[in-house]
């Protein structure tokens, strides 16, 4: 069965930095298109950013230039880096994962995880 764990969250300054992991166990982490998404109280999830099994990556326009996905096939991990936070970017990131891609970016994959509390204060 597959899980995913997330760490790395909490309570940064505007402008800060933080970067969050999400672990993947019980499968073939390699496989797996990996996504992560966020949502802020009385918001739907929102994708913040995507990474293909072949590396290919999507961000969403509100985080391009300060968010980098990334993932090592080698410790079951994707990761999302973030700078220059903004007290808008205050969300439970998620980690979202599947096989096809396409789920992932739409936000139906299978595999979520539980969730870890970013808090940028202004």
């Known amino acids: 069965q597959v899980q995913l764990v997330e760490s790395g969250g909490g309570l940064v300054q505007y402008g800060g930095s933080l970067r969050l992991s999400c672990v993947l166990s019980?499968?073939?982490?390699?496989?797996?298109?990996m996504g992560w998404y966020r949502q802020a109280p009385g918001t739907q999830r929102e994708l913040v950013a995507a990474?293909?099994?072949?590396?290919?990556?999507n961000y969403a326009d509100s985080v391009k230039g300060r968010f980098t996905i990334s993932r090592d096939n080698a410790k079951n991990t994707v990761y999302l880096q973030m700078i220059s936070l903004k007290p808008e970017d205050t969300a439970v990131y998620y980690c979202?994962?599947?096989?096809?891609?396409?789920?992932?970016?739409?936000?139906?994959?299978?595999?979520w995880g539980q969730g870890t509390q970013v808090t940028v204060s202004s």
């Open positions: 990474i293909s099994s072949s590396g290919s990556t």
């Open positions: 019980g499968n073939i982490f390699s496989i797996y298109t």
């Open positions: 979202n994962a599947d096989v096809f891609p396409l789920r992932v970016l739409a936000g139906t994959g299978d595999y």
